[in-house]
């Protein structure tokens, strides 16, 4: 109920240049949780977001806890219950969850070292393979990501069907893998011939990142290196990964966490690097408007499924 009083005391913190409810939604949130999606297996995710994790919590105020989720699902349906307020998402995850209704605001995207936000979706073989093209792979088998994966799963079916090449269809068998990772050890260890995964570069790629790890190796446990993979098939350039925050946060709030995100390369570049194993230029803002090609994406996949 406002009542003079209250807003004699409004007028007196405006007065001082503070604002009337200077933070008040700590009350309403002493924690936060940050939620990723799993590109890579769980300890090396937790590696490498509790620094980020950390930064948050001092800059915007209160403890943020992470939350490594199990699947792609497990973000979404956690922001639309509510029990996320920060998630990192794909470009599909964050488009499937504006699309069923989940109340999210994109608010930041990195920006690769070739200076832009995106990436693209890539097939991979094994270079000791008889496999050169898309072609070769007829009733081969392909290790996607999982459902909501951009890269993993709805670029290379929307861009492999537009190439003439309907996935379901085309090859012998198409299996989910459950992560970045796991697609490319399911190519190494034979349990598939081809394998879809994300690519932002040459030298910044999932990849690469595995193979600076050491976790590459053939299916007699001999290390491999990037010239034993090849590409078969390259995708359009796709809307960057995002940040994105409740739409029921107070604006203040949502307006620290964006800040803080925005400040990071800069705030804590061993967090920021962290992410992206140094690859990463940057952090800029982002809008759902920059999703809009991704939804498009999504609804078109969705009406072909519908018609198999």
């Known amino acids: 109920m406002i009542t003079r009083r209250t807003l004699a005391a409004a007028a007196a913190l405006a007065l001082l240049g503070l604002p009337a409810a200077a933070e008040d939604w ?44 199990s699947d792609y699902a497990a973000v979404i349906e956690g922001q ?55 072609a070769d792979l007829k009733d081969k088998n392909l290790a996607l990501v999982d459902p909501n994966s951009t890269s993993g799963n709805q670029a290379p079916r929307f861009f492999l069907r537009r190439a003439g090449y309907d996935v379901d269809k085309f090859f012998g068998k198409v299996f989910y893998a459950g992560s970045h990772e796991n697609a490319v050890l399911a190519l190494t260890q034979g349990t598939a011939d081809a394998a879809a ?35 078969v098939f390259k995708s359009d350039l796709l809307a960057g990964d995002a940040y994105a925050v409740l739409s029921s946060l107070p604006d203040d709030l949502k307006a620290k966490i964006r800040d803080a995100l925005l400040a990071l390369p800069t705030a804590d570049k061993a967090a920021f690097d962290r992410l992206s194993d140094g690859k990463d230029l940057g952090i800029i803002p982002a809008t759902i408007q920059d999703y809009k090609p991704v939804i498009d994406m999504l609804r078109f996949n969705d009406e072909q499924r519908k018609k198999s």
């Open 26 to 69: 700590k009350a309403q949130y002493p924690e936060l949780t940050f939620a990723v999606i799993p590109a890579e297996n769980a300890s090396g995710t937790v590696e490498r977001y509790t620094p980020l994790a950390n930064y948050l919590g001092k800059a915007i105020g209160v403890p943020v806890k992470l939350r490594v989720a």
């Open 80 to 134: 639309r219950a509510g029990n996320i307020q920060i998630a990192y998402y794909g470009a599909a995850s964050l488009s499937r969850a504006v699309m069923t209704g989940v109340k999210i605001e994109p608010v930041v995207s990195p920006k690769h070292e070739t200076g832009i936000s995106g990436y693209y979706s890539v097939v991979y073989v094994l270079a000791s393979s008889p496999y050169k093209t898309v």
């Open 197 to 231: 995964n994300f690519w932002n570069s040459e030298a910044d790629n999932n990849l690469a990142r595995m193979l600076t790890k050491g976790i590459v190796k053939d299916a007699q446990g001999r290390p491999l290196a990037k010239d034993d993979f090849r590409i």
